[in-house]
């Protein structure tokens, strides 16, 4: 189903906690995505990257980190900075990042709440 | 950056009749621009996409229109169907050169189709 696997689908943190939402793809897909959704704001970018060990900051990138060591794999680590970090996480891939039009495909999700 | 505007948040139409959506994008590099549904609980898909040298796509009862001059697209249902009911998103991928695809997306629409 999709072949892009978020972990986990649930997450609950204490406040003051670095958590790291995992996202692996088997697609062999040069790019991949992190988004978050929050209730009528849509999909909201934090952070993406091209190739291996290249990212760049999306519109919200505060209070996140990222890395990309393997093509497979882009987690996404939730720092205590990000001020309100409970929402629902999106990873996506998509196969070429030399050409505009290629379909996003997107992981099942975490939901992470942070009490 | 680029932003996307996308109008209205909800949509409550009656089985068999139509439902447009509607979305301005602020970059006119933008070139590529993608429609995603997500069910409830579901991850977004892709159900229609458009270039930015094409005027108009269709898919059986699913249309997009992209008016490049005023910068803005839409997306057109027709004869609408309970498994309609959803949310949508429209994006726009801008390609930056050192960066890669950044796709940006707009606030979605939640459609209700009425039986």
């Known amino acids: 189903d999709g072949g892009i696997t978020q972990s986990p689908k649930y997450l609950f943190r204490k406040e003051g906690q670095n958590v790291t939402l995992s996202c692996e793809q088997n697609l062999n897909h040069d790019a991949m995505y992190w988004y978050r959704q929050d209730p009528g704001q849509g999909l909201r970018l934090i952070y993406y990257?091209?190739?291996?060990?290249?990212?760049q900051k999306g519109d919200i990138a505060e209070g996140y980190s990222v890395s990309r060591e393997k093509k497979e794999s882009f987690p996404l680590t939730v720092t205590s900075a990000q001020k309100n970090p409970t929402a629902f996480y999106l990873c996506?891939?998509?196969?070429?990042?030399?050409?505009?039009?290629?379909?996003?495909?997107f992981g099942q999700g975490t939901r992470l709440t942070v009490v | 950056g680029e932003n996307v505007e996308q109008h209205p948040s909800t949509l409550s139409v009656q089985e068999g009749d139509s439902a447009v959506i509607k979305c301005t994008y602020s970059d006119s590099a933008s070139n590529y621009f993608p429609w995603y549904k997500q069910e409830l609980g579901k991850r977004p898909q892709l159900i229609i996409d458009?270039?930015?040298?094409?005027g108009e796509k269709k898919d059986q009862r699913i249309a997009v229109t992209l008016n490049k001059t005023a910068k803005h697209f839409s997306l057109h249902i027709t004869e609408t169907q309970p498994e309609d009911s959803a949310v949508y998103f429209c994006a726009a991928n801008l390609m930056i050169k050192a960066a890669g695809n950044k796709l940006t997306f707009g606030g979605g629409t939640r459609v209700l189709v009425k039986p």
């Open positions: 990257s091209q190739i291996v060990n290249d990212f």
């Open positions: 996506a891939s998509s196969r070429r990042h030399t050409a505009a039009d290629t379909e996003a495909f």
């Open positions: 458009i270039r930015s040298n094409v």
